[in-house]
């Protein structure tokens, strides 16, 4: 019997006359009575397909119970730790660095012959970059060197037994390409000697990222004809602190 057989039987018991029922609403009643009927034998599969899923389901929670043991030790291994960061991009202080910011320019061996007369005009502009240097003893160190800022775009270079120089910051590769002023390493350059040589991050600017640092160190070097590096990594006490002596214009 179905729900409608028994809500009909129900209704009849309790006073209820079909012939009272509009023939609009009779044939509205058989048609859903006619699709129910439609339905009952694919509801009737349907019920039996699930039945028949019960036992793979219970077969694979079987199984994956079996294996719990053996996945939770596998968890607890510890692998041993590799870096993936290959060892030449580290600097000789230990500390990361990109290479294209840091390292000079590499020459490139121009295939394409209709290119040739584009070469002279690049490698001219890469010139301009550091168009001086004060290159020091081989034996030198960055602690005998001592740079005086004379304004906010000039210095004064010094070291024992050396002639002391004037540079200005294009004379030193420090020249935004962009506007021809002073680039940031310039203006790290120059924070850290207007705080006596020393830059924590209580007078830290935030444009200053940490790439900043490592390009400063590499166009110093380049300069002085040194190999080690002038600035340290960052300590909490003193910051960012020069091993040579540098003092601010105030």
Do not use: C
Request: no cysteine; aromatic share 12%; glycine share 4%.
């Amino acid at each position: 019997m179905t729900v409608g057989e028994l809500v009909y039987q129900t209704a009849i018991k309790d006073g209820y006359n079909p012939e009272e029922i509009p023939p609009e609403l009779k044939k509205i009643a058989e048609v859903y009575q006619r699709v129910f009927d439609t339905m009952r034998e694919p509801m009737k599969r349907v019920s039996e397909m699930a039945e028949s899923m019960q036992a793979p389901i219970k077969r694979i929670y079987s199984v994956a119970e079996s294996v719990r043991p053996q996945m939770e030790a596998l968890s607890k291994i510890q692998l041993p730790s590799r870096s993936f960061i290959p060892s030449y991009m580290y600097d000789e202080d230990g500390e990361f660095t990109l290479p294209e910011f840091t390292r000079p320019v590499q020459e490139v061996r121009i295939v394409n012959p209709e290119v040739l007369a584009i070469a002279p005009a690049k490698q001219e502009q890469e010139r301009e970059y550091i168009t001086a240097s004060y290159i020091l003893p081989g034996n030198a160190k960055w602690e005998s060197l001592e740079i005086q800022f004379i304004d906010g775009h000039f210095v004064r270079v010094s070291y024992p037994d050396m002639e002391s120089k004037k540079f200005d910051f294009k004379d030193m590769g420090f020249m935004d390409t962009r506007n021809v002023q002073p680039d940031r390493k310039w203006q790290l350059l120059k924070s850290i000697a207007d705080h006596r040589g020393y830059l924590t991050k209580e007078h830290w600017d935030g444009r200053m990222h940490r790439n900043i640092k490592y390009e400063l160190n590499g166009r110093l070097k380049r300069f002085f004809g040194m190999t080690t590096s002038p600035i340290p990594r960052y300590t909490r006490r003193d910051g960012y602190m020069t091993l040579f002596v540098i003092r601010g214009d105030r």
